[in-house]
């Protein structure tokens, strides 16, 4: 009858412990990549959506105001913050509503970022953009509120 090496309780641990050493720069990938896993399971709770829930470019001429000044006006919508803009000629002013203070990044589609701060009345105006689709990244202390995608 032939005896086993894991016959022998610590032969059986010490063949356990080399198996372990030897994986061990394997389990470390693995848990680097299961945390980066994980990270995404919350990833909506930090972030929330602002949809395009008004754009006077798309609306009838009896649903916007006679005495409006602005070429479009634009409101992104979510819970609890909204996003107004107005564009007037070529310049783009906006409103965090409810007004609060925040800090906003502004991402075109070609990768190109700018950033402004708010003050606590909400009121800003964004620089000179570039052509093509662009949405806002506002940070509040309520949370963070990224738009659509939007061509002004």
Same mark, same amino acid.
Request: aromatic content about 6%.
């Given at each position: 009858? /032939?005896r086993?090496?894991?016959d022998?309780d #610590?032969?059986? =641990?010490?063949?356990?412990?080399a %198996?372990?050493?030897?994986? $061990?720069p394997?389990?470390?990938?693995?848990?680097?990549h299961?945390?980066?896993a994980l990270?995404?399971? /919350? @990833?909506?709770?930090?972030?929330?959506?602002?949809?395009?829930t008004?754009d006077s470019?798309?609306?009838?001429?009896? #649903? &916007?105001?006679?005495?409006?000044?602005?070429?479009? &006006?634009?409101?992104f919508t979510?819970?609890p913050?909204s996003?107004e803009? $107005?564009?007037?000629?070529s $310049?783009?002013?906006?409103? @965090?509503?409810? *007004?609060?203070?925040?800090? @906003?990044?502004?991402? /075109? %589609?070609?990768?190109?970022?700018?950033? @402004?701060?708010?003050d606590?009345?909400?009121?800003f105006e =964004? *620089?000179?953009?570039?052509?093509?689709?662009?949405? =806002?990244?506002? #940070?509040?202390?309520?949370?963070?509120?990224?738009t659509?995608?939007?061509?002004?």
């Open positions: 009858m /032939t086993h090496r894991w022998d #610590d032969h059986l =641990l010490e063949d356990l412990a %198996a372990v050493r030897a994986t $061990e394997l389990a470390h990938t693995i848990a680097e299961a945390e980066g990270s995404w399971r /919350t @990833i909506d709770d930090d972030l929330l959506l602002a949809s395009l008004f470019s798309m609306a009838s001429a009896a #649903d &916007v105001r006679a005495e409006s000044n602005a070429d479009r &006006v634009l409101v979510s819970t913050l996003v803009l $107005e564009v007037v000629h $310049e783009v002013f906006g409103q @965090i509503l409810p *007004p609060s203070a925040a800090e @906003i990044r502004i991402e /075109t %589609a070609d990768g190109t970022t700018y950033d @402004i701060v708010v606590e009345s909400g009121f =964004l *620089p000179t953009l570039p052509a093509g689709a662009m949405r =806002l990244r506002c #940070d509040t202390a309520t949370g963070r509120v990224v659509d995608w939007v061509q002004l």
